[in-house]
T-cell receptor, first 111, second 114 residues
Framework: GDSVTQTEGQVALSEEDFLTIHCNYS??????LFWYVQYPGEGPQFLFR?????EKGSSRGFEATYDKGTTSFHLRKASVQESDSAVYYC??????????FGSGTRLLVSP | EAAVTQSPRNKVTVTGGNVTLSCRQT?????MYWYRQDTGHGLRLIHY???????QIGDVPDGYKATRTTQEDFFLLLELASPSQTSLYFC?????????????FGSGTRLTVL
């Protein structure tokens, strides 16, 4: 079945560091890919999406590029801030309206 | 703004107990979802629905029933709760604009089964 793999369970950085969170997917067909962010005590909220090969999604300084060849959608940010500390989820949407999430990556940014 | 409201926020029950989690959305969305969130597993899909009376099976459906009574209301039922169902449950809604439509989540219900 469809699946999403996030390899980092937790990432610890200092402010102004460069961030990469890896996301790889497995899906039949041509899924849409998403990043969601979750702050403590809240539900996940949409960050951005991409729905075709080589499309770049971005929001709030975060970005990711849909790569069908490597089945990846890695999240990057050039300079993280303490306020970026949260859990980040990669997800895919398929033709059956099912939405599958990865296991999440906790980002901790220290001042 | 899109709104998804879950109740209760917290629930404690005993093994074998009967629990109903409620979700209401005011987004006029056709699709609604129930997920559970556990450390190390992320968000796992239990059931989803594309309209009143419809139910689709998710990836971890065992031990759960769900019912969509109206376009707004989606319920998750645990008829014989077990400690393995202790988790944080999220409801979400989504429009029918295609597979790139965004999910809107509620604030979650924390369930503890003793």
């Amino acid at each position: 079945g469809d699946s999403v793999t996030q390899t980092e369970g937790q990432v610890a950085l200092s402010e102004e560091d460069f961030l990469t969170i890896h996301c790889n997917y497995s899906a039949s067909g041509y899924p849409a890919l998403f990043w969601y962010v979750q702050y403590p005590g809240e539900g996940p909220q949409f960050l951005f999406r991409a729905s075709r090969d080589k499309e770049k999604g971005s929001s709030r300084g975060f970005e990711a590029t849909y790569d069908k060849g490597t089945t990846s959608f890695h999240l990057r940010k050039a300079s993280v801030q303490e306020s970026d500390s949260a859990v980040y989820y990669c997800a895919l949407g398929t033709g059956g309206y099912k939405v599958v999430f990865g296991s999440g990556t906790r980002l901790l940014v220290s001042p | 703004e899109a709104a998804v409201t879950q109740s209760p926020r917290n629930k404690v029950t005993v093994t074998g107990g009967n629990v109903t989690l409620s979700c209401r959305q005011t987004n006029s969305h056709n699709y609604m979802y129930w997920y559970r969130q556990d450390t190390g597993h992320g968000l796992r899909l239990i059931h989803y629905s594309y309209g009143a009376g419809n139910l689709q099976i998710g990836d971890v459906p065992d031990g759960y029933k769900a019912t969509r009574t109206t376009q707004e209301d989606f319920f998750l039922l645990l008829e014989l709760a077990s400690p393995s169902q202790t988790s944080l449950y999220f409801c979400a809604s989504r429009g029918t604009g295609g597979i790139a439509e965004t999910l809107y989540f509620g604030s979650g219900t924390r369930l503890t089964v003793l």
